[in-house]
């Protein structure tokens, strides 16, 4: 089947026991057993409940994963996926890796005795030069944000399974429509539901998924005693945002294109960054392991300080100025002041995250729409 009817039909969607159309809110923290020493199959919303289950399911058919485990938000998916480490594992991370992960990395790992290195992931080298015998996971997100930076997964996933590493991807700027790293080879995948998956900006939340049933069996221990679950009301709007998400993501997509194109060819903008641009100098790598440049893009302003920005970003009439990515509408973001704040500036150079980048996440409007106003609003810088 398609990935449209899939998203409709692939997995419940249609309640067992009554026939709704939608699957219900089972909005119940606890659940009546018939008798004494006798359970349904479910007991305790902590421990499982149908709509977060059929949630699950939705999500590891469309990732082509045995195993899916959805948490309170993408920040709780990565932490759970992290803490699979142990006291005296290392874990290696791209320079690049999203600012919350970093802190994560950085102020949390630690306490546990867990060894953080964070290296450039643009050659196998400086991964291979980072390894120890203590080296037990290896840290993969591409494309990367905000720079869009590709990772070639392939090779690394090689050396991780010669060396008995786990390999885990941050899948969020893809989605499993366009990249699925677990068929690449990766250990586990992560995934912000709060962006495309969902798709309408009204839900923080995010998602592990793997093949292996040995880390399902942790994650699932996890996904209990962590208690950090994703709430019924929460994974009710995720399974209604997930049935168009191919459509979406196919108006999100083709709006990054066009705009990534548009932007590259403006005068006043300075450099465009989106995989699915032939110049981009991971492009190749980036469409054999994905369909699509995706649906977000960054660039900098040329010789723009902070009032040519504010010029540029208060004309602007159809994105919102947010943090976040993924809605049905188009968010505008400044990385430096929004999702790498949480660094110094330092840091942020060392990434090339300067003051006068944007990003931008796509939205399904009309493409000649968006092209218009972001025409005029550089007009007025």
Known sequence: MGINTDLLHGYPVIDSHTGASSIPKYQAS???????????DYMYTRFGNPTIDALQDGLAKIADARFSFVFS????????????????????????????????????????????????????ANIEQALTPKTKMIYVETPSN????VTDMQPIVTLAKAHDILTVADNTFMTPLYQKPLALGCDIVIESLTKFINGHSDVVAGAVLTNNQAIAEELSLFQKEFGSILGVEDAWLVLRGMK???????????????????????????????????????????????ENGGAV???????????RLNTFIDA??????????????????????????????????????????????????????????????LAKI
């Not at 905000?146 to 930076?149: I, S, Y």
């Open 30 to 40: 606890t659940f009546n057993s018939p008798a004494l020493g006798t359970n349904r």
């Open 244 to 290: 168009t998400m191919g459509l979406r993501m196919q108006q999100s997509k083709h709006n990054a294109q066009r705009i990534a194109t548009f932007l590259q060819a403006h005068p006043k903008i300075k450099q465009v960054y989106f995989p699915g641009l032939p110049d981009h100098p991971n492009h190749d790598v980036h469409m054999r392991q994905a």
């Open 146 to 149: 905000p720079l869009l930076k």
């Open 297 to 307: 893009l960054s660039f900098e302003i040329a010789d723009a300080d902070k009032a």
């Open 316 to 377: 602007l009439q159809l994105p919102i100025f947010a943090v976040s990515l993924g809605g049905v509408g188009s968010i505008l973001s400044h990385p430096a002041t929004m999702s790498h704040a949480c660094l110094t500036a330092k840091e942020r150079a060392a990434q090339g995250v300067t003051d006068s980048l944007l990003r931008l996440s796509c939205g399904i409007e009309d493409t000649e729409d968006l092209i218009a106003d972001l025409t005029q609003a």
């Open 73 to 124: 938000s993408g920040m709780a998916a990565i932490a759970n996926a992290l803490m699979l480490l142990n006291a005296g594992d290392q874990v290696i991370f791209p320079i690049e890796v999203y600012g919350g992960t970093g802190a994560f990395a950085t102020k949390i790992l630690p306490k546990y005795g867990i060894d953080v290195v964070f290296t450039a992931y643009d050659q196998l």
